[in-house]
């Protein structure tokens, strides 16, 4: 499985991006699909993630209401909309994949991890 983000920019605070996830494979609606960040010193943090059909969805506490997940399983995309965003949503974000478990918000249980796209929000 190869994953490949896209989508990150400078923006100014309040304002909005979509990061997007394509994903290789031909099982790509059987995986949990999730969104970390990580900045500079610190430990990867939890953003986001869905699972298979995209019937569910879960989020940290720091984004809940500003950040929505969503997936096309036809497309083997998985999206990230951001919303109201902060100068501390300033990070490099990365998508992976979870493959035959579902703990969507559990770093060491994904598999599969793309590059990193760099979202930068300036106060």
């Known amino acids: 499985v190869q994953l490949q983000a896209s989508g990150g920019g400078l923006v100014q605070a309040g304002g909005s991006l979509r990061l997007s996830c394509a994903a290789s494979?031909?099982?790509?609606?059987?995986?949990?699909m999730g969104w970390f960040r990580q900045t500079p010193g610190k430990d990867r943090e939890f953003v986001a993630a869905v699972t298979f059909s995209g019937g569910s969805s879960y989020y940290a506490d720091s984004v809940k209401g500003r950040f929505s997940i969503s997936r096309d399983n036809v497309a083997n995309k998985v999206y990230l909309q951001m919303n109201s965003l902060k100068p501390e949503d300033t990070a490099v974000y990365s998508c992976?994949?979870?493959?035959?478990?579902?703990?969507?918000?559990?770093?060491?249980?994904?598999?599969?991890w793309g590059q990193g796209t760099q979202v930068t929000v300036s106060s």
């Open positions: 494979g031909r099982a790509f609606s059987s995986y949990v």
């Open positions: 992976a994949a979870q493959i035959g478990i579902l703990k969507p918000r559990t770093e060491a249980a994904y598999n599969y």
